[in-house]
């Protein structure tokens, strides 16, 4: 080792790589990353029903000048990990593959693969155990110039110093720096880095920091992971996105004879003012929160209106035994609002383009598509899915599957015969029914009369756990395993692994919606 790599202190060290296999290079880190996280299905499935206090959390180790940040923690009561585990090993791939026991350390586990694949020969037992703790956070520093940092838990910073020091024994061409302050020890890039972060840490944490205490508050900072994006971050993606956009849109506006696009998204961008995430269990399932600044929503090129879609009805009244529903709100001002906006971007050549999709249609989409959409749809497949049925008779109508909108029944069924006509489909391909304020087409007569009475899904209790916010919600996606289990089997072709792998998932919902200068998301997974 060199003088340059030599000790700089007892919780201050610089290391320079040897030249092992690329293959090796910076395993460690992961190793850190992945014994806190926990590593492939099995210790995922460990860590998503593990539920934790609070305490001491990595963002008091980073300065509030951190851009990005993603925390991990994996510090459950023992009747909880007991409780975790049981819920995991409802998987038989668990069990198989990972046979972890509710005394075992997940940490050590993770590790062992790691290091066996790595080649490097480290015990974890003496080399790691003594001062890893069970949290662990990746972030980005700086709001100019960004470097990436990792805060590790640590019980002890001397054994840290010597464990750390035969961690990266097997790094190549990398230069390590850390320090040990209190119960965190940071690794960056350089010994200056590091002691910026540390610094900055003592005058202001992250954890301390306004925005970062709102969002994650938000999205609820009691889970398993929490991310969060502080409002910079979005100025910084603004300049570096700025070129390649003009480049990347520059072709497709001329074609088109629309404005550059760049503008819009960097304006969108610069104006960002944050967002978080966190996952956690909740009631013996996996709940992912979201919350941001609801000028992303630009970024998707999703139309703002001046109208707030009111939930998505289609979705509530379809059948209650429907095992798959995509729905969508459309605010009842959204076709003027979409001329408005493509005007101020494309000026004269709005009207041709609208002329060229009324060609393509068959009928005009901001004078028709109102009646024909009406501000709700919703995508229905219904149970009982034969897939063998579907394939060897080669019937589609033998498929359970309609689209709903609370539209006008005579617009949809001019719509349809247009579309029958240029696609040259057989008369009596689609069919339509009506309902109370809805109308439904459907491969099948007597499924779209189902699909357009009120079945109501939504009063449904499995849909309402996975889904709750679906009175409010823009955009919702609902998926009952136990409906399908069927076809899950049919298309398994006799695999009882992924049969007995997919049985212990009952649904799986998830909700967009928006509350103010908010944009709100929801993914839950519900379990047997």
Request: hydrophobic share 40%.
């Amino acid at each position: 080792m060199s003088d340059d790599d030599s000790f700089a202190s007892a919780d201050e060290l610089v290391i320079g790589g040897s030249q092992a296999p690329r293959s090796r290079r910076r395993w460690w880190i992961g190793g850190l990353a992945l014994c806190v996280a926990g590593a492939g299905a099995g210790a995922a499935a460990w860590a998503a029903v593990s539920f934790f206090d609070k305490g001491a959390q990595p963002a008091d180790a980073l300065p509030d000048s951190t851009l990005g940040y993603v925390s991990l923690d994996l510090d459950p009561s023992g009747g909880q990990k007991i409780e975790a585990l049981k819920l995991a090993r409802k998987f038989p791939g668990f069990k198989d593959k990972v046979g972890l026991g509710t005394g075992d350390d997940v940490r050590k586990w993770v590790f062992g693969q790691l290091a066996e694949d790595s080649g490097c020969k480290v015990d974890f037992e003496k080399d790691v155990a003594p001062w890893l703790g069970s949290r662990l956070a990746m972030a980005a520093v700086g709001h100019d110039k960004p470097f990436p940092v990792v805060v590790v838990q640590t019980s002890d910073a001397e054994q840290a110093d010597a464990g750390l020091e035969k961690l990266t024994a097997c790094d190549t061409d990398e230069h390590y720096a850390w320090r040990t302050s209190g119960d965190w020890t940071v690794v960056a890039q350089t010994r200056a880095q590091v002691d910026q972060v540390v610094a900055g840490a003592e005058k202001g944490s992250l954890a301390d920091d306004d925005d970062f205490r709102r969002w994650t508050d938000k999205a609820g900072d009691d889970g398993i992971m929490t991310a969060y994006a502080a409002p910079a971050a979005g100025g910084l993606l603004a300049r570096e996105l700025a070129s390649s956009l003009a480049d990347l849109t520059g072709s497709a506006s001329a074609a088109s004879g629309c404005a550059d696009a760049t503008d819009r998204v960097t304006g969108s961008l610069a104006q960002f003012k944050g967002a978080a995430a966190s996952l956690r269990l909740r009631d013996g399932g996996i709940e992912l929160s979201a919350v941001s600044d609801a000028r992303v929503q630009s970024l998707t090129g999703t139309p703002s209106t001046s109208a707030k879609p009111a939930g998505t009805p289609a979705v509530a009244t379809l059948p209650a035994d429907t095992a798959v529903a995509y729905g969508l709100a459309l605010p009842a001002d959204w076709a003027t609002t979409w001329k408005k906006q493509l005007t101020a971007k494309c000026g004269g050549d709005a009207d041709e383009i609208l002329g060229q999709l009324t060609d393509s249609l068959g009928f005009d989409l901001l004078a028709d598509g109102p009646q024909v959409l009406g501000t709700s749809l919703a995508f229905a497949l219904g149970p009982d899915v034969d897939v063998e049925a579907l394939v060897n008779a080669g019937d589609p109508s033998a498929l359970p599957v309609a689209l709903k909108t609370t539209g006008e029944k005579d617009a949809v069924d001019r719509l349809l015969g247009s579309l029958t006509k240029s696609l040259g489909l057989p008369k009596g391909y689609l069919e339509t029914r009506g309902g109370a304020g809805a109308v439904a087409l459907a491969l099948d007569g007597d499924y779209a009369e189902k699909v357009a009475g009120d079945g109501g899904l939504g009063k449904d209790p499995v849909f309402r756990d996975v889904v709750p916010h679906a009175d409010d919600s823009s955009g919702v996606l609902y998926v009952n395993f136990d409906r399908l289990d069927h076809a899950i089997s049919q298309l398994a072709s006799g695999d009882e692994e992924v049969v007995d792998n997919v049985k212990p998932l009952r649904a799986v919902g998830a909700s967009v919606w928006s509350d103010g200068d908010e944009s709100h998301a929801l993914l839950r997974v519900s379990l047997d």
